[in-house]
């Protein structure tokens, strides 16, 4: 009789003990079946000696027989083969070859496989070796690598190269013009006043805007350059092998002229225009051996053009130049000191009285900001107002000068000052007019100094109120139904100074200092002046003149029928305690 000890030992042999051969290969099989791994093996002659199910089926086939020389399956198998290396797959040698394999089909259908093919010379074997061919489909990881990949370089909306692909552009292009003639140029676009269009139109008519912009950009270049799309609003084009300088402000220019004027976007007529920053490789960029800092200069260089170009009023083209870098600096310094003056209450407000023409009484004063900064002195309201719009303390800066001068309205009122038909001017930037609650503030402010709604007179320039934006407009409206005058301040520095008479509603029309008769004006300066005044009197609008600087400059004014006068010949802007009442004429 067998003890426990042998029956238990006997029983742990069997467990150990290997399958037989074929089942051994039965198993390898089924998992390579299931991992739909794909196995042939074929001899030195071609002619195939096994095939497994998953192979058959990639090849397209139910037996190995059809996989023969002259069958139909063989073909793949064959244009497959002979995509590694001949020696190898003849028996040369013995060897591992690996690689990815493409296969078109007759249907026109293209597939990839991962493949490896091994050759092994035996003489025991017939034929005297074999070649094993081992493969992955993977056309589809492929196709989703390339997605990803496409992903990671563009940018979703537009299909264009994003911020990451056109550096990698730029900065291989650099390299290659070191060792050429010609210069690269980068040129900066940023799509004017889109953030406008979203908030009053939808994201989904900024993204046609967009779409349409980028087809007529990529439409404008030329058949070498690359166009990007780098943020919300912003473009980068990249173009190699330029002549010169005057080259690349010819092309900026060619890419504006396609991307200014109306545009149809879903039944809505829009004004399209950019503004561009050129920058051009000069030897320090070229030089630099770092390929991709000098791309990241270049790019800084035209931003900082372009961000000059929108300085000087939007909807042009400006060449960076090394003087704009340290103006740059200055204005960030400046706007980080001018948010520190604002916190420490250092901003001052002068006022400059308005003469009625006719009784030569005071009938209203501007209200003026001034900054006198503890080194640099006084700094013109010209060159701070704009630093502040840009770092966004305008709203703050606003509001003071709006406080200061309904406070000292109010104390000239007490004092008997000023008269019934008095009011105090304030000028408004298309910021302030965009806020929604900026209407609701002016309203809160008047009623915590108890003044009367014709006691406040909104400035807003002429470019402010021809931007078309929607904001501006509602804020214009509902200022106006409430019984709040709104003046169009500096007319006739624009290029649609006629339109914005007939186009915008308003109560009061300032002449700029320039179209104001001033010294030297002729006598059709004359007749134009007083055709604007009475279309703006048609219009239910009053006409104030500025600069007015000498007095027949005043007589002319006044028998061309202008309402107000403002200037220092007048009365000068000063501190509210010395406000002018008295006309010096």
């Known amino acids: 009789m067998i003890g426990d000890e042998e029956r238990d030992r006997s029983s742990a042999d069997r467990a150990l003990a290997p ?21 042939v093996i074929l001899g030195f002659d071609g002619l195939v000696r096994a095939a497994n199910e998953s192979a058959l089926h990639m090849l397209g086939t139910d037996s190995a027989s059809a996989l023969q020389p002259g069958a139909a399956g063989h073909a793949m198998l064959r244009s497959m083969l002979d995509q590694a290396p001949r020696q190898l797959v003849a028996g040369h040698y013995d060897g591992t070859w690996q690689g990815d394999v493409d ?61 990451r692909r056109i550096m990698s552009i730029l900065a291989a292009a650099l390299a290659a013009q070191r060792s050429r003639p010609g210069h690269v140029a980068a040129i900066f ?44 609003d912003e473009f980068l084009v990249v173009c190699s092998d330029v002549p010169d300088v005057t080259a690349a402000l010819e092309l900026a220019e060619r890419m504006q002229r ?14 399209l225009s950019v503004s561009i920053g050129v920058a051009v490789s000069d030897h320090e960029i070229l030089g630099m051996p770092d390929s991709s800092a000098a791309a990241a200069a270049m790019i800084d260089s035209a931003d900082t053009a372009m ?12 060449l960076y130049t090394p003087e704009m870098r340290s103006a740059a600096r200055e204005r960030t310094e400046l706007g980080a000191e001018l948010l520190q003056a604002i916190a420490d209450k250092q901003l001052t407000v002068d006022f400059q009285p308005l003469f009625s023409a006719v009784t030569r009484r005071a009938v209203g004063a501007e209200a003026l900001v001034r900054w006198h900064h503890p080194e640099l002195g006084s700094i013109e309201p010209t060159r701070f107002v704009h630093i502040a719009e840009e770092s966004g303390a305008i709203g703050r800066l606003g509001e003071i000068v709006l406080e200061r001068a309904l406070i000292e309205t109010r104390r000239w009122i007490d004092n008997g000052v000023v008269g019934d038909d008095f009011s105090v001017h304030v000028n408004v930037s298309p910021i302030q007019l965009t806020s929604p609650s900026f209407v609701s503030l002016i309203h809160s402010t008047l009623r915590l100094h108890d003044l009367g709604l014709n006691r406040i007179v909104l400035e807003a ?24 005058q709104v003046a169009i301040d500096n007319f006739g520095t624009g290029t649609n100074a006629l ?85 010096r004429f």
């Open 19 to 39: 399958p037989p051969p074929g089942l051994w290969h039965d198993a390898i099989t089924a998992v390579l079946d299931a991992d739909q791994t794909s196995v």
């Open 103 to 163: 296969h078109i089909a007759e249907t026109g259908e293209s597939r990839v496989f991962r493949a490896t093919v091994a050759a092994r010379r035996d003489e025991s074997l017939d034929g005297g070796g074999f070649v094993g061919l081992i493969a992955h489909e993977v056309t589809r990881s492929r196709d989703d690598m390339a997605r990803l990949r496409h992903q990671a370089n563009h940018d979703p909306l537009t299909g264009l190269a994003n911020r």
């Open 189 to 232: 676009i940023d799509v004017d006043r889109l953030k406008y269009v979203n908030d009053a139109l939808g994201h989904a008519v900024g993204d046609r805007l967009l779409l349409s912009s980028a087809r007529r950009l990529a439409e404008s270049v030329r058949p070498d350059d690359r166009v990007a799309r780098i943020g919300g």
């Open 258 to 271: 396609a991307l200014t004027g109306r545009m149809r976007v879903r039944q809505l007529d829009l004004q």
């Open 307 to 318: 961000y000059e170009a929108k300085a000087l009023g939007r909807q042009r083209c400006v």
């Open 461 to 484: 320039r002429e470019a402010t109120l021809l931007g078309q934006n929607p904001d501006v407009d509602r804020s214009i409206r509902a200022l106006r139904r409430s019984g709040i």
């Open 499 to 583: 339109s914005v008479i007939t186009d915008v509603g308003a109560d009061l029309l300032k002449l700029d200092g320039s179209l104001a008769l001033p010294s030297g004006a002729t006598d059709a300066d004359t007749r134009i002046v007083r055709a604007i005044i009475l279309l703006a009197h048609a219009l239910g609008m009053k006409v104030v003149a500025e600069r007015v600087s000498d007095t027949d400059q005043l007589r002319r004014l006044r028998s061309a029928g202008c309402d107000l006068v403002q200037g220092n010949l007048l009365g000068a802007p000063g501190p509210a305690a010395e406000l002018t009442t008295t006309s």
